[in-house]
T-cell receptor, first 111, second 112 residues
């Protein structure tokens, strides 16, 4: 069974901290891995997509890495801000067009 | 830019009733997906489609049916609603296998 695990489930940090969110997956034959942000009561917004041939992607204060051999991806957020408070989800694309999600990490950044 | 549009936004059903959720995208995307999101369960894939006229089962397909008669629309049907189908339903689409996924804003369904 294909599974995606995100650790931690919840995280609370003071403003300005650098932080790392973790995502692990069991399917070694992935095509890409994508990180999303979800605000309460809203849909999901794509943050970063890493192709299976890539090691990392960066957008502003966000950096995502991918290690296929260990089945892990990390999302690094630099200099966190209260506006970063949201739930962050990872999803990997496997064969046949499927996209499987983790359960998410709920992040709270305190002013 | 409409993107991915889901209708309705909210719905309350009684057990045994049927309904259809509509997802429409105006980005000419090939791939479309239906997910449900429940507290503590993350997003679980119900059904998906890799092109017009095609559908495939996801992780939790039981109790749902789908159709993709037109490329821009992906319909999710509940033939006989059950309280266990109370959830928030999200539709998503993308151009092909290695492109970013775009989401609708969700449909909140309550089955009493």
């Amino acid at each position: 069974k294909q599974e995606v695990t995100q650790i931690p489930a919840a995280l609370s940090v003071p403003e300005g901290e650098n932080l790392v969110l973790n995502c692990s997956f069991t399917d070694s034959a992935i095509y890409n891995l994508q990180w999303f942000r979800q605000d309460p009561g809203k849909g999901l917004t794509s943050l970063l997509l890493i192709q299976s041939s890539q090691r990392e992607q960066t957008s502003g204060r966000l950096n995502a890495s991918l290690d296929k051999s260990s089945g892990r991806s990390t999302l690094y957020i630099a200099a966190s801000q209260p506006g970063d408070s949201a739930t962050y989800l990872c999803a990997y694309a496997g064969g046949g067009g499927k996209l499987i999600f983790g359960q998410g990490t709920e992040l709270s950044v305190k002013p | 830019n409409a993107g991915v549009t889901q209708t309705p936004k909210f719905r309350v059903l009684k057990t045994g009733q049927s309904m259809t959720l509509l997802c429409a995208q105006d980005m000419n995307h090939e791939y479309m997906y239906w997910y449900r999101q429940d507290p503590g369960m993350g997003l679980r894939l119900i059904h998906y489609s890799v092109g017009e006229g095609t559908t495939a089962k996801g992780e939790v397909p039981d109790g749902y049916n789908v159709s993709r008669l037109k490329k821009q629309n992906f319909l999710l049907g509940l033939e006989s609603a059950a309280p266990s189908q109370t959830s928030v339903y999200f539709c998503a689409s993308r151009t092909e296998g290695n492109s970013p996924l775009h989401f609708g804003n969700g449909t909140r369904l309550t089955v009493t």
